[in-house]
Structure formats: C-alpha cells, structure tokens
C-alpha cells in the first residue's frame, strides 16, 4: 500500500507496530494507491444539508484540540500492545482515528500514522481469516477499505485488494443459517460490506458478475429481515433481547433505499420497522436514553430519506421526552459504548433538528466529561481496561469529538452504529 506523494516528498512507510507473520495461505497482497491531494473536508452526498458542529465556541473548541492531542498520544502508545486488528476494538478502529484526525487538522503526520497502521493490518489478517464479521471481522475490514476509497483516502478502484476478503465473505454466508442459528446484528454487520461495496462509483452489476453477487446477497439480507417481520421475531420473547438492533435495521434498509437498488420491499419494510420499534416502546416503557436517542435518529433519517413529515414528528416526540427526563452524564457510565454514541447521535440529531433544545443539553455532557480530572480519570480506565476502539473505548470517544467540531459529515459513524 504505497502512497502516491510528488517527487521530492517520496518516503516510505515505517509500519507503527510490528505484527505477526502471517500464517496459512490467506494472502491479499494489496496494492493501493493514495491521491496526492488528500481533501480535507468531506461533502455529504444527501444525506443533511451541511455538517453543522455543535461546539462552536473557540475556546470549547480549544479544550476539545487539547484533548484529541491527549486522545493521539494515548492510541500511539496503545499501538503495539493492541493485538486485535478488528474494527470495534483493534487497529481498523484506531487507523480510522488518525484519518479522521488528519481531516480536522490538516497534518500529514496524522495521515502516514493511519496509513501505516492500516498497512500492518492486512499482515495479520490471517487472524480473522474465518471471522466473516463486522465488529472484529473481515466485514469491518472491507467496509474500512471502502470507506477509505470513497472518502478520498485510497485510490477509488478496490476490487483487487477486497478480491479475496470477498470471496470468503461470498462462499461463508451466514444466510445459509435459520433464524435461530444467527443475531440481527451478525447479519447487519455481514450487509454493511455489501452496503459499501455497492456505494463505491465502480461499482457495476450490469457487467461485473461479483459484483452482481453483491446485489443479489443484499436482496437475500433484505428478505431476512422480510422474514424477521413476518414471524414476530421482534415481539416474542427471545427476540426482545435483540431489540436494540431495530434502529440499526432501519438505518440499514433507509441506505439501501437510498441507493435505489430497486428492491420492491424496502420502502414498506422501513414504515414496518419504525411501526413495530413504536409499538415495543409503548409495551415496555422508555427508559434507556441511548435507545431512544439511536430510534429518533433512524426515525429521522427515513424521514428525510422518504419524505415523511410523520416520521420527523414521531423523532421529534422521542427527543422531547429523552432529553428532558433521561440523558445525564457520569464517568462510570461514560466507559461504555451507549454514551459514547449518545453523544454522538445528538450532533445526528442536531442536522436535522437544529432547533432543539437538547444541544446546550449535550453540551453540558461534554463539557463535563472534558474537564482535566474527570477526563484523565476515564483515560487511565480506558487504558486499565484495554479498551482503544471506537466501540467503546479511547477512539470512540476521540472520533466523537472530532465530529462535535468539524465541519464535515463523519460518515464513518455508520460503522459506529452498527456495532
């Protein structure tokens, strides 16, 4: 993976960590390529007129700088005692950090130190080899990739080095399986690779028969979901544990509606989706902030994907009540992946609904949450507990802060929520 730089700034990349040689006959052999102009800001394609940041201040802005610096040294010194290489916890999450970190500062630095992490990852894919997953699997590795080529990171083009990650994801189909024998969520993160992969402008099922392969397992995924809904899945006992998973659906399915891959079912799949997450509301109470937090956004999300005034009305009903009575703050509960993402579905929200009252609520958290003691408490937690990836630890909570200040859309937070 070499970059593309002018002449007299060629130099080539020392790997950050050192990783294992790689086992087996798993070999990628990738050969990416890099634009010489790496944009700084990222245009949003649709999805909210602009990004706008929530914290504006200079000087709150100033105090969240000095803590994505801290944010910096903690993940390069975390580097070479991270052995997982995965998206939620290992090196895909924290090379994603120091690409987004580049974009808000503009420091080459910042960039050849995600490069390179990235770069030792496909040395040690041989220890995911059989994990067709998203969280720690080759489905979180794909969508990076893709994320990385679409985002102006990498070169466009990623057949070739997703060739065989794509294979194994093709010929190991957890669709194969019955209901009972797979999660929602094992099944979202299996799509969020078809779902960037059919994203990329290369992307050519009328002459590509893999990629043709890509549009019909997406159909199959959406047809599980066809079946979630038509046995009850959701409203029987065993599937109320997995009810976390119903906004994540309707994100999912809002993209592939987007998309306009022609799938008849899609769009009354979306409005059975929002129906059945409201009635499980109303059965079970509402008493968990991020949950709702997470259901307004993907409400919202369909509404303005749909055009749907009445979605936006239920979101904006879901916001009042949860901000008012539920969302508060404290260090033990901000190790965790709810508050992390709370925090982060409320500059969501604010794109859509820039008029609510819950931003200066949401400011307050992070202004808390930033003060010298109580974020160098939670650091050292973090680092006590090993927990360096965008799920739930020292990454996820510095991508989140990137986010609350740019002024571009973090369309990385997909992978945020689909975790």
């Known amino acids: 993976m070499r970059p593309v730089l002018p002449k007299d700034d060629r130099q080539a990349l020392r790997p950050l960590v050192q990783p294992p040689e790689p086992a087996g ?87 050849d130190i995600g490069l ?14 059989d994990n067709i997953y998203f969280p720690d699997g080759l489905s979180g590795i794909s969508w990076a990739v893709e994320y990385l080529a679409q985002n102006g990171f990498i070169e466009p083009e990623t057949d070739e080095i997703l060739d065989e990650i794509c294979f194994a994801l093709n010929t190991n189909n957890p669709l194969d399986l019955s209901l009972q024998e797979t999660y929602p969520t094992q099944i979202l ?52 544990e997995h009810k976390e ?3 994540t659906i309707i994100l999912y399915l809002t993209n592939l509606l987007e998309l306009k891959i022609n799938h008849s079912k899609i769009e009354q ?40 005034s009445d979605w936006k009305r239920l979101a904006q009903d879901l916001l009042e009540e949860t901000v008012d009575n539920q969302l508060e703050f404290s260090p033990k509960y901000a190790n965790t992946k709810e508050f992390i993402q709370s925090i982060h579905l409320c500059c969501r929200i604010y794109q859509y609904v820039p008029e609510g009252k819950y931003k200066d609520r ?51 937070d997909e992978a945020l929520f689909a975790l």
């Open 25 to 111: 006959e798993y070999n990628l052999s990738p050969q990416v390529k890099i634009y010489s102009e790496i944009p700084l800001k990222q245009e949003p394609e649709g999805k909210t007129p602009n990004w706008r940041p929530l914290i504006t201040s200079p000087e709150k802005q100033r105090i969240v700088e000095e803590r994505l610096e801290a944010i910096s040294q903690l993940l390069l010194s975390a580097l070479n005692s991270t052995s997982s290489i995965g998206l939620s916890q290992g090196r895909v999450g924290i090379s994603l950090f120091f690409f987004e970190y580049y974009r808000l500062t503009g420091k080459r630095k910042y960039y």
């Open 116 to 129: 390179a992490v990235f770069e030792s990852i496909y040395l040690s894919i041989n220890q995911i080899a």
């Open 189 to 240: 993160g299996y799509g969020m690779h078809y779902l960037s992969r059919m994203r990329n402008p290369m992307h050519r099922p009328d002459i590509n028969k893999n990629h043709l392969a890509d549009k019909f397992i997406t159909f199959q995924i959406v047809d599980y979901f066809v079946r979630l809904k038509e046995e009850g899945y959701f409203l029987n006992e065993a599937g109320r």
């Open 245 to 247: 998973s119903l906004p």
């Open 269 to 308: 799949l979306v409005a059975d989706y929002i129906e059945m997450t409201m009635q499980l509301m109303k059965e079970e109470g509402r008493n968990n902030a991020r949950n709702e937090l997470f259901s307004a956004y993907a409400f919202l999300h369909a509404a303005h994907a749909g055009n749907r």
């Open 362 to 412: 949401v400011e307050l958290l992070l202004d808390e949450m930033l003060t010298p003691d109580t974020f160098g408490k939670l650091m050292q937690e973090l680092i006590s507990d090993g927990k360096f990836g965008i799920q739930d630890g020292i990454g996820g909570i510095g991508m989140t802060l990137i986010a609350s200040v740019a002024d571009f859309e973090p369309s990385w």
